[in-house]
Each structure stands twice: as C-alpha cells, then as structure tokens.
C-alpha cells in the first residue's frame, strides 16, 4: 500500500472543499469526539461527547455527552444503542434535545481491507421548543472501508452515509450525505485517533466538516 498516494488524495479532498467554502458554496464547521470505551467480554460501554461548529467555524453548533453500548452476537454482526443529551444553540437561545439510536453493523474483511456497513434508526426529541421544533426520526445508512497493516499504525478510511427522513408525510424523505475521507493513527492498541474531511449535503446541513475523533479504550 503506497501511504504516500493516500496521503496526497486526502489532501486533494481537503483542497476541494475548501474551495467550495471560498466560493461561498457550503459552510464550514469543526467536528471533536471524545469517547472512553470499556470491553466486557462480547460487550463494549461507553461515554461519549462531541463538539460542533457552523458558520465558518464561528459559532457553536451543538454540545452533546451520551451512553452507548454494543454487544458482538457473531463476529461478522453486531448490534447497538446509544442516548445523547444534545444542547443546540441557536440565534440568541439554546435548546436541549434527547436523542436515542438503536443500529445493526455487519461488517467483514478481505486481504488487509475491512469493510462495515451500519444501519441506524435514530430519533431526536425536543421536551421544549422556541422554534416549534418536531421529534425527528432518521434512518442512516453508512459504508466503511478502512485499510489496515499490523506494522503501521496509519489506517487510511473513507466512510458513505446517507440519511433518510421518516415518519412525516409530505417532507422529502432525502436528508442527504456525507462523504469522509481521512485516517485513524492508532498510537497504542487502546488509542486510537481519526482524523478526517467530511462533505455533507442535504436538507439537514451542507458543510464542509474537519474532523477529529478520538477513542480510548480503558
């Protein structure tokens, strides 16, 4: 695998959107995840927060911590749920949100490459509302490839998601996308850190998103 050729190509990724965002075509945002994960035998727990930013990085978007767990039935399948208590900020206001998500995870590996392919039903819930917020629900759908070699600790990754809105007549059902492109750095076997360009697009956001995520396994 030449790292070289996909460090180039992230790169390029990266250049294209920033383009995009000085032709006034999209905003762009900053996306930080925490999370502390502890594995129980087939089960993994875990707290998670993340941070989120608009309007060219300016303003907050969103806070968020939450609760997950995932539980390995076979070790191609898994399955999980998660809860995440979101504060919104809006113009002058913020607003606080519940949101519950239960998701299925197939996943499977050729040579060095491991593929995955999450479903996830998800539901927000606003308890109060300045903007006549409704509950929303979501079905999203996300394809992993990542690429990985015992020597390296790099593991290049591009992710395809699309969302779908449910459960409201006369809204179109399209949320929209994300593209992702970039790369975990796993300095130890307990840490690992991604870090990534994300293209969204869609009647939820369009964005141009850099990313980091980072996940410690205790």
Same mark, same amino acid.
């Given at each position: 695998?030449?790292? %070289? ?31 502390? =994960? ?10 998670? &927060?993340?941070?989120? =930013?608009?309007? !060219?990085? !300016? =303003? ?23 809860? !995440? ?13 519940? %949101? ?6 197939? &996943? ?20 109060? =509302? %300045? ?8 079905? %999203? ?9 015992? &020597? ?35 300095? &130890? ?30």
């Amino acid at each position: 695998m030449n790292f %070289r050729k996909i460090f180039v190509f992230i790169v390029l990724f990266c250049a294209s959107g920033m383009t995009k965002i000085l032709a006034g075509d999209k905003d762009f945002g900053v996306w930080l995840d925490l999370a502390a =994960t502890k594995k129980i035998r087939s089960a993994t727990l875990g707290l998670v &927060s993340e941070i989120l =930013t608009r309007e !060219n990085s !300016n =303003t907050l978007n969103r806070i968020s911590i939450g609760l997950k767990g995932d539980y390995s039935f076979l070790p191609w399948l898994s399955a999980g749920a998660g809860y !995440n208590l979101i504060n919104f900020y809006r113009t002058g206001y913020q607003e606080l949100a519940d %949101r519950f998500y239960f998701q299925v995870v197939p &996943s499977w590996r050729y040579s060095n490459f491991y593929f995955s392919f999450r479903e996830r039903l998800q539901v927000t819930m606003f308890p109060e =509302t %300045r903007t006549n917020a409704q509950n929303s629900f979501y079905w %999203r759908n996300r394809f992993e490839i990542s690429y990985k070699e015992n &020597s390296c600790k790099f593991e290049p990754v591009m992710d395809l998601e699309s969302l779908y809105h449910l459960g409201e007549s006369g809204h179109n059902p399209n949320a929209g996308y994300r593209i992702i492109v970039g790369t975990n750095y796993c300095p &130890s076997k307990n840490q690992k850190i991604k870090i990534y360009g994300m293209l969204t697009d869609g009647t939820i956001v369009s964005q141009y998103i850099f990313g980091v995520s980072c996940e410690f396994k205790l």
